[in-house]
């Protein structure tokens, strides 16, 4: 891996605990006006300090996120499909490297749709993205994007993650299930996990515990944080999971301490 590449994975992956906790607010980009992201830069402000990254659409960062602010950006790179649509995996690449490189962006991010009618279109896609990540030194944010038909078990996920490993994503996305450490022994890059819809916070702890537990290299969380009526609160108490090895027990009494 050549020097920009390792720094910008460095960026996102702390070297210190070989993890990463992403705040994740790029739903806009086939959800529209997402509830909690009506306006992204106020949404993610008192956020941020616990973040080590922020995965958001080049729209919502231009216009809506203060320039001064610190964390590395993930930046999504694919859509073309809303949720009007009954099949989301039309999606192609929607960013130029010129303008990420212009937006400062550490990571591109894509959607793969495994098992689709997509799948060629969205894994070529992929390629060509690993390609222009190689030529300017950024790293691949793949998305394992699950279709409503398609099961979210280990054999699925791990099929789709080491798809996107093979054509050279630095790291993976996918969402948590049974018998994760299978998904996370099959890919050889990092493995975060999408926090997915909206739970009870004590739930949203254990989920992230449950997939560290299971070696994934960290969280790319959205809706379980910036959803929640306590939202710093919570982000601290995620935080501390992934980078401080605390039990989801050890975090909820942390997130009650903290929204008081
Ligand atoms: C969804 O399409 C986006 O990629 C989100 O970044 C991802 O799902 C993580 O957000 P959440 O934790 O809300 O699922």
């Known amino acids: 891996m050549d020097w920009g590449m390792a720094n910008r994975m460095a960026e996102i992956i702390s070297p210190a605990t070989g993890r990463c906790l992403m705040l994740a607010v790029d739903h806009g980009y086939f959800q529209g ?8 830069g106020e949404t993610v402000k008192p956020l941020l300090p616990y973040a080590d990254a922020l995965m ?27 949720i009007l649509q009954d099949d989301l995996s039309s999606e192609d690449i929607t960013v130029s490297a010129e303008d990420a490189i212009r937006l400062n962006a550490s990571c591109l991010a894509i959607s793969i749709f495994v098992g ?23 790293p691949v944010l793949a998305v394992t994007a699950v279709g409503k038909q398609m099961t979210r078990d280990a ?11 093979e054509l050279g994503a630095q790291i993976v996305k996918t969402y948590y299930c049974e018998g994760f450490e299978k998904i996370v ?13 909206k739970i009870e916070e004590r739930d949203a702890l254990r989920l992230a515990y449950q997939a ?28 501390s999971i ?9 975090a909820w009494d942390m997130f009650e301490s903290l929204r008081g």
């Open 116 to 138: 689709s009618a997509n799948e060629k279109t969205t894994l070529v896609n992929l390629s060509k993205l690993c390609d222009k990540g190689q030529r300017y030194g950024i």
């Open 185 to 197: 022994n099959g890919c050889p890059v990092p493995v975060i996990i999408a926090g997915g819809k």
């Open 212 to 239: 560290i537990s299971a070696g994934a290299s960290g969280v790319d969380m959205g809706r379980n944080i910036f959803q929640s009526k306590w939202p710093v609160a919570m982000i601290q108490a995620v935080r």
């Open 242 to 250: 992934v980078h401080e090895n605390k039990t989801d027990a050890e």
């Open 155 to 165: 054999r699925y996920l791990g099929l789709a993650c080491r798809i996107a490993a």
């Open 56 to 82: 958001i659409t080049r729209g919502a960062l231009r216009n809506t996120i203060d320039p001064g602010l610190r964390a590395p950006v993930v930046l999504r790179v694919s859509g073309g499909t809303s």
């Open 33 to 40: 006006p997402t509830t909690g992201l009506e306006k992204p």
